[in-house]
């Protein structure tokens, strides 16, 4: 039930890993990567949401510029993922979860988002921009799109050692969207992904509940 498939976007066809639940779907996961592409935790990220229920696809966003992206987490796969963000850019990334997110929708499924880290913020635009009910960990980029209004339910996650997201910015997402739910984890950046030095299981659970409640909630 889990497999590489091609998606078709506005700028050409891509790779999205799929994973399907073995029962009857309770909606649909835009699964939106970190800078370090659709790698083996971003695809046992997308299987767990199958494994909850969730039809669930994470589109390679570097394919229009790159394809099969899977890097490492050191300071060459953080240069070459920063440079690949950019090459790509933020709008033609909201195209292609937007490409996701309708394909899901056409199936009759109602659609959420969520996205790890850059994807956090892509997250955030698929929420102001497409209308997805969404879930953003540790979106480094996201206050620069903080005076977009949210159109749908929205969460973020944040851990409070995360030295590259002061306290200061977690505290304006509350202030700019008071409607939405933020929360705070004794954590670093990347709490969430296994291969990570600031993994943080204790943490990584209970954002992963709170997530999994938010779309049964706003996905229903």
């Known amino acids: 039930m889990n497999r590489w498939t091609d998606l078709e976007t506005p700028?050409?066809?891509?790779?999205?890993w799929?994973?399907?639940?073995?029962?009857?779907?309770r909606g649909a996961v835009v699964v939106l990567q970190e800078i370090f592409g659709v790698n083996a935790h971003i695809r046992d990220?997308?299987?767990?949401?199958?494994q909850t229920?969730?039809?669930?696809?994470?589109?390679?966003?570097?394919?229009?510029?790159?394809?099969?992206?899977?890097?490492?987490y050191d300071a060459a796969g953080i240069a070459r993922g920063l440079a690949l963000t950019r090459a790509l850019g933020i709008d033609r990334a909201v195209d292609?979860?937007?490409?996701?997110?309708?394909?899901?929708?056409?199936?009759?499924?109602?659609?959420?988002?969520?996205?790890?880290?850059?994807?956090?913020?892509?997250?955030?635009?698929?929420?102001?921009?497409l209308g997805l009910p969404s879930v953003s960990y540790y979106g480094g980029r996201n206050v620069q799109f903080l005076d977009e209004?949210?159109?749908?339910?929205?969460?973020?996650h944040f851990g409070s050692k995360d030295r590259s997201i002061p306290a200061?910015?977690?505290?304006?997402?509350?202030?700019?969207?008071?409607?939405?739910?933020?929360?705070?984890?004794?954590?670093?950046h990347g709490f969430n992904c296994?291969?990570?030095?600031?993994?943080?299981?204790?943490?990584?659970?209970?954002?992963?509940q709170r997530s999994i409640d938010f779309f049964e909630e706003n996905l229903r």
């Open 149 to 156: 209004p949210l159109r749908t339910p929205m969460m973020f």
């Open 168 to 188: 200061a910015d977690v505290e304006l997402h509350r202030e700019k969207y008071p409607a939405a739910s933020v929360h705070v984890y004794p954590a670093g």
């Open 18 to 25: 799929r994973s399907e639940p073995t029962g009857p779907s």
């Open 45 to 50: 990220v997308t299987d767990r949401f199958a």
């Open 96 to 129: 292609l979860a937007n490409a996701a997110a309708t394909l899901l929708q056409a199936e009759g499924q109602r659609t959420g988002a969520v996205g790890f880290c850059w994807g956090g913020s892509i997250a955030l635009l698929a929420n102001t921009r």
């Open 194 to 208: 296994e291969p990570r030095a600031d993994y943080d299981a204790a943490s990584a659970a209970m954002a992963w």
């Open 53 to 72: 229920g969730f039809v669930a696809l994470a589109p390679a966003l570097f394919d229009p510029v790159e394809r099969d992206v899977e890097l490492e």
């Open 11 to 16: 700028h050409g066809s891509i790779r999205a």
